[in-house]
């Protein structure tokens, strides 16, 4: 389990591409885990979760069946 994913993605703190770290989740997310730090200044991202979609959805759209 040494092995840390690594991804190069915008930081805005940096306000240029760093590498970022996932850090060992202690939330029980596993593999799913969004949460990225940047390598450079330390700052956390959620990334993975579908945010661009879910701001394309009307936010008082909900269909859960009861
Ligand atoms: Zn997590
Ligand atoms: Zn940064």
Known sequence: MSMAAMIEVYCPECADLRVF????????????????????????????????????LPRTFSSRAA
């Open 21 to 56: 770290e996932q850090p060992p989740c202690v939330d029980g997310h596993g593999m799913d885990c969004p949460e990225w730090l940047c390598l450079t200044c330390g700052t956390a991202l959620l990334i993975g979760v579908p945010v661009e979609l879910r701001e394309q």
